[in-house]
C-alpha cells in the first residue's frame, strides 16, 4: 500500500536522528535527504525504503514542499531540545501535519477539488496524533533523550493545569479531524478511522490520569481493547461521532 510507503520514509527518518549514536547523526541525516531527492528525480533507488518512497511521490504528486518541511523538522530534533511557541508550531507540521497532507494526496488519487477541501482536518489529525505521542512519551523523551516538546513546560515541575491546557489543544484537533475523516473517500476512510479511534482511545486514557503518573510510566492500550475497538469498525460502515467532555 502507498501509504505503508510514506510510513517507511519518515519510520527511518526518526530513526536516524533517535537511535544512531555511535554515529554523526547530522551527517546521515543530509546523506539521506540527498539520497531521497535523487531517487525522487531518477525514480528509481537501490535502497527499497526510498524507491518505494519515489513511487509514491511521482505517481500521486506529492509536492517537495512537504518533503523538505518533513527533513526539516528531522534536523530540529538534532539541535533544539525545547521548543517556544514559533518552533512548536514549525516542528508540528513537519513532523506530523504534512504526513497527513502526504497521506491525504494519495487518498484522493488525483481529485486536487477534494484535496483543497480536505487539507486543514488532515492537518489536525496529524497534529494530534503526533500531540499524543508528545504526551504518552514525555517521560521517555526528557530522560533518554532530553526533549521536552511542548512549549513554556517544565518537566520537572508539569503538573495538571498545564496538562489540562494541552489535552484541551489536542481535543481541539480531534473535533476538527473527524469533519474531514467522513468526507474521505469510501477506499481509505475506514482505515483512517480506525486510526483516529485507537489515538482518541488512548488520548481518553491519558486524560484520565494525572500529570504524575505520565511522568512516570507510558500508557499503553491491551491488544483485548485494541481488538474492542477495531471489530465494532470492521464489521459495519458506521463511523460514529466521538463525544468530548468540554
Known amino acids: 500500500m502507498p501509504v505503508y510507503s510514506i510510513y517507511g520514509f519518515v519510520r527511518l527518518a526518526d530513526e536516524i536522528v533517535d537511535t544512531f549514536h555511535d554515529f554523526d547523526k547530522k551527517t546521515l541525516l543530509e546523506s539521506f535527504k540527498e539520497d531521497t531527492y535523487q531517487a525522487i528525480n531518477k525514480k ?6 526510498l524507491n518505494a518512497f519515489q513511487l509514491v511521490v511521482n505517481q500521486y504528486g ?4 512537504l518533503i523538505d518541511a518533513f527533513l526539516l523538522s528531522m534536523e530540529m530534533d538534532l539541535s533544539e531540545n525545547e521548543h517556544n511557541h514559533d518552533t512548536y508550531t514549525k516542528y508540528i507540521y513537519g513532523s506530523a501535519e504534512v504526513v497527513g497532507l502526504m497521506c491525504l494526496r494519495v487518498f484522493v488519487n488525483g481529485d486536487g477539488q477534494l484535496y483543497e477541501e480536505l487539507k486543514e482536518p488532515a492537518r489536525r489529525l496529524g497534529a494530534a496524533f503526533q500531540k499524543v505521542n508528545f504526551l504518552r512519551d514525555i517521560q521517555s523523551d526528557y530522560q533518554d533523550r532530553g526533549r521536552v516538546y511542548f512549549p513554556g513546560i517544565d518537566f520537572e515541575h508539569f503538573k495538571n493545569k498545564e496538562k489540562d491546557l494541552i489535552e484541551k489543544d489536542i481535543q ?9 475523516i467522513v468526507k474521505l473517500p469510501k477506499g481509505s476512510r475506514k482505515g483512517v478511522y480506525l486510526a483516529y479511534i485507537y489515538y482518541l482511545k488512548l488520548f ?8 504524575s503518573k505520565i511522568l ?21 460502515n458506521n463511523l460514529s461521532s466521538p463525544e468530548f467532555s468540554r
Do not use: W
Not at 62 to 65: A, L, M, Q, V
Open 172 to 180: 481541539e484537533d480531534f473535533i476538527a479531524a473527524y469533519d474531514g
Open 44 to 49: 528509481i533507488s537501490l535502497n527499497p525504503i
Open 204 to 211: 481518553h486514557k491519558i486524560k484520565k490520569l494525572p500529570a
Open 62 to 65: 506529492i509536492e517537495r514542499e
Open 216 to 236: 512516570s510510566e507510558r500508557v499503553r492500550i491491551p491488544d483485548i481493547t485494541k481488538i474492542a475497538l477495531l471489530l465494532p469498525v470492521l464489521v459495519s
